[in-house]
């Protein structure tokens, strides 16, 4: 049985904030309206049962000072969720941002951000009961120790492993990542931690790796595998992928679970400019997607999917196309 994670509830509007960065607002609800056509008894996730993380959850991951920012002052809270979402130039001017258009306060979508942590939790938990489950969100594998990067404010994906430990749920996890952009959070988070092996497979350039010293910055830290694809090699993607999995496969003990950071900016029609040096065919991204799912599957280990990057009016077409065929 494959399980569907998604409530409207938990979906991060960002128009309704004043938020312009181009995520299509309805894309989860697309995508659940499509499959339920044609699987009628596919209901949203009750959130009654979503257990929604505490500050001890939160410290497990992320830095104290920094947990307390988000919880415990609103104008520190408003000051990092402008500085996750880049919502603020070097000139100190808005950027991608118009709080004059905003529905709602800007912080107040914070406790949205905490349902979908909350909810990569959950889906988690039933993937580790069925084999697989996909939680339509969250995926914030920028998200460091120290604060929130890359519009990502906490990192659900490592939060959900480390929670899933504490409860000896599992003892470890592999973390997959076929988002546009490296998984340099994951990667800070993880990093010397054998319970939790990482790969990405990600641009070779351009962010987050366009900017620091190598030597210092953390988004530079290795995956345990990082693939790095290059603009001129978009057709060897397929096969840079299958080597990395087989590497996988052969170097480390299979793990307790996986959760695959399923990004589908690096279709060639999403819309972020910094996507822009991946641009792999539809039929490449369910080539894609299939390949890790059947890997997974035939090494029986549970998968819990997050969805992580896809910009613009045609992203949810990959996510759509995915779950049509498995399900």
Not at 44 to 53: K, L
Not at 126 to 131: I, N
Not at 163 to 176: G, R, S
Not at 233 to 259: C, F, H, M, V, W
Request: proline share 5%; hydrophobic share 35%.
């Amino acid at each position: 049985m494959k399980s569907i994670f998604y409530n409207p509830v938990c979906d991060f509007i960002m128009p309704d904030y004043g938020i312009l960065i181009p995520i299509a607002p309805d894309r989860a609800k697309k995508i659940f309206e499509a499959l339920k056509n044609k699987h009628p008894n596919l209901t949203f996730t009750d959130m009654s049962g979503v257990e929604i993380f505490s500050r001890e959850d939160l410290e497990r991951v992320h830095d104290k000072e920094y947990i307390s920012k988000l919880l415990d002052d609103d104008k520190s809270l408003e000051q990092e969720m402008l500085k996750c979402f880049e919502l603020v130039n070097e000139l100190g001017e808005y950027h991608r941002y118009d709080p004059t258009i905003a529905k709602k306060s800007l912080i107040s979508g914070f406790a949205i951000i905490l349902k979908r942590v909350s909810m990569t939790y959950a889906s988690s938990l039933k993937a580790l009961e069925t084999g697989f489950s996909y939680h339509f969100g969250a995926g914030m594998h920028h998200a460091m120790s120290f604060g929130g990067r890359g519009f990502g404010m906490l990192n659900d994906i490592v939060l959900t492993i480390r929670k899933l430990q504490a409860h000896q749920k599992i003892k470890t996890a592999w973390v997959i990542d076929v988002d546009a952009h490296k998984g340099d959070g994951t990667s800070e988070l993880t990093k010397n931690d054998p319970t939790i092996i990482t790969l990405s497979i990600h641009m070779k350039n351009g962010w987050p790796l366009d900017s620091g010293d190598p030597l210092k910055d953390p988004w530079f830290i290795p995956s345990n595998i990082d693939i790095e694809v290059d603009e001129h090699s978009n057709r060897e993607y397929l096969s840079l992928l299958q080597k990395g999995l087989e590497k996988l496969k052969t170097n480390y003990p299979l793990p307790d679970l996986a959760i695959v950071v399923n990004g589908s900016d690096p279709y060639e029609l999403d819309e972020l400019p910094s996507t822009s040096l991946l641009k792999l065919t539809k039929e490449e991204m369910l080539q894609r997607d299939l390949m890790v799912f059947h890997f997974l599957e035939e090494l029986k280990i549970p998968q819990s999917y997050v969805m992580a990057g896809g910009y613009g009016k045609h992203s949810h077409e990959i996510y759509q196309q995915f779950l049509e065929k498995i399900l």
